[in-house]
């Protein structure tokens, strides 16, 4: 176990709709990152904020926001969703955001959009 | 840019037979590099990284990965395979270039038969 954790494990949907991921930071873990996993993209960087501020965007679709919250849990929103966007998302968070911080990867939310 | 290449999708040993999952890293500066294990269904798992301190680096269920810069190679090894080490593999990098994310290699799914 990790300590990050995430809500909820699997979702369900259909295209067109708004799903929010919800994921909660190890203790005293100030940054927090969300990865998609797909066949055909693999693990891919969407975006990373750092108590609070957003520090970096990857490959993150317009579709898709983000936040962190006073009490360091984020959030993904993902809006207008498209077969595509089926899905592994993580979390993962680390204590900084220093080069070479372990990140520690929740369990993941599977998304199924249909 | 930084970017990792596992050389290898699928790899199957026998049970304590040696295991060696190969990573090339490109990078135009000294890099950070992690392995990362998935099990079936569960998020990713850190087994060991390279921070610069030594060049051969242990981690955990018995993995050692060695940093060889003229190879730009950072390949994982284990002496003796269990069938428990079944799973994937990611090879990740992190350089200082200001984004602290992660960014993965494809993966390899190890296989040990028994």
């Known amino acids: 176990d990790s300590g990050v954790t995430q809500t909820p494990k699997h979702l369900i949907t259909a295209t067109g709709q708004r799903v929010t991921l919800r994921c909660s930071p190890r203790?005293?873990?100030?940054?927090v990152y969300w990865y998609q996993q797909s066949l055909d993209q693999g693990l891919q960087f969407l975006i990373q904020?750092?108590?609070?501020?957003?520090?970096a965007k990857g490959n993150i679709l317009e579709r898709f926001s983000a936040q962190q919250f006073p009490d360091l849990h984020s959030e993904l929103n993902l809006s207008s969703l498209e077969l595509g966007d089926s899905a592994l998302y993580f979390c993962?968070?680390?204590?900084?955001?220093?080069?070479?911080?372990?990140?520690?990867f929740g369990p993941g939310t599977r998304l199924t959009v249909l | 840019a930084q970017s990792v290449t596992q050389l290898g999708s699928h790899v199957s040993v026998s049970e304590g037979a040696l295991v060696l999952l190969r990573c090339n890293y490109s990078?135009?500066?000294?890099?950070?590099l992690f392995w990362y294990v998935q099990y079936p269904n569960q998020g990713l798992q850190l087994l060991l990284k390279?921070?610069?301190?030594?060049?051969l680096v242990k981690g955990i269920n018995g993995f050692e990965a060695e940093f060889k810069k003229s190879e730009t190679s950072f390949h994982l090894t284990k002496p003796s395979a269990h069938m428990s080490d079944a799973a994937e593999y990611f090879c990740?990098?992190?350089?200082?270039?200001?984004?602290?994310?992660?960014?993965f290699g494809s993966g390899t799914r190890l296989q040990v038969q028994p």
């Open positions: 203790s005293g873990d100030l940054s």
């Open positions: 993962a968070s680390s204590v900084a955001t220093r080069e070479g911080n372990e990140q520690f």
């Open positions: 990078s135009s500066v000294p890099p950070y």
């Open positions: 990740a990098v992190n350089v200082n270039t200001g984004r602290r994310a992660l960014t």
């Open positions: 904020y750092y108590n609070g501020e957003e520090r």
């Open positions: 390279y921070t610069s301190a030594a060049t």
